[in-house]
């Protein structure tokens, strides 16, 4: 079993910028993959960005590409997403999601991951 941890959330205005971490405990060393996804109010949860865990190859959504960044730290079992330039439409409650899938297609969906943090909300002002 792999637990996962957001924090990093907050309240910031049109232009700023925050960085998300998350948290893993337990069975980390089977994780394949890990990736951001968020929830907008009324919406669907989205992807934002993904991360291989051992070759630290990344993807993004097109909204998220030039703006956030995805990174590990393997020794410390830590996820980041490093947003800036953030907007009223990032507002959002942010997830970690991991899985021990190594698949190379499919990793945009959220049913291609199985561990699943609670959640950290971000709110952007404008």
């Known amino acids: 079993q792999v637990r996962l941890e957001e924090s990093g959330g907050g309240w910031v205005h049109t232009g700023d910028s925050l960085r998300l971490s998350c948290a893993g405990s337990?069975?980390?060393?089977?994780?394949?993959?890990m990736g951001w996804f968020r929830q907008a109010p009324g919406k669907e949860r989205e992807f934002v960005a993904t991360?291989?865990?051992?070759?630290?190859?990344?993807f993004y959504t097109d909204p998220a590409k030039g703006r956030f960044t995805i990174s590990r730290d393997n020794a410390k079992n830590m996820l980041y997403l490093q947003m800036n330039s953030l907007k009223p439409e990032d507002t959002a409650v942010y997830y970690c999601a991991g899985t021990r899938n190594s698949g190379a297609y499919g990793y945009t969906r959220d049913d291609f991951y199985t561990y699943w943090g609670q959640g950290t909300q971000v709110t952007v002002s404008s």
């Open positions: 991360i291989r865990w051992s070759s630290g190859s990344t």
């Open positions: 337990g069975r980390t060393f089977s994780v394949a993959r």
